[in-house]
């Protein structure tokens, strides 16, 4: 069975930086894109960081480059998020899935879960 345990959100405030972390399991982590998703009140979830199998090659969604850092830990199954200068508009809940395609510099389309199952995802507010 697939799944994802999203960890590490919480009442930050403006300008803070918050780390997310991801356990995942159920399939062999090491062989798959991973991503980070994020879904704010009455809006799509949508993905907004995604690295490639082997860590090599990272996606992020324009609005966000330079706030954020995803990373991985292949032994430790382990997926994580960097954020960094917290918005309020950053308040959401965060979702880690595996995903398809594998990142590249050429592909400049959507990301997608691989798999279709999501955790319970971490809450992140940025409070003023």
């Known amino acids: 069975e697939v799944q994802f345990l999203e960890s590490g959100g919480g009442l930050v405030q403006l300008g803070e930086s918050l780390r997310l972390s991801c356990t995942a399991s159920?399939?062999?982590?090491?062989?798959?894109?991973m991503g980070w998703f994020r879904q704010a009140p009455g809006k799509e979830r949508e993905a907004i960081a995604c690295?490639?199998?082997?860590?090599?090659?990272?996606y992020y969604t324009d609005s966000l480059k330079g706030r954020l850092t995803i990373s991985r830990d292949n032994a430790k199954t382990m997926l994580y998020l960097e954020m960094t200068s917290l918005k309020s508009e950053d308040t959401a809940t965060y979702y880690c899935?595996?995903?398809?395609?594998?990142?590249?510099?050429?592909?400049?389309?959507?990301?997608?879960?691989?798999?279709?199952?999501w955790g319970q995802g971490t809450q992140v507010t940025v409070s003023s």
């Open positions: 899935a595996a995903v398809t395609p594998e990142p590249s510099e050429y592909y400049h389309g959507k990301y997608f879960n691989m798999f279709g199952d």
């Open positions: 159920g399939f062999v982590f090491g062989n798959y894109a």
């Open positions: 690295i490639g199998f082997t860590g090599e090659n990272t």
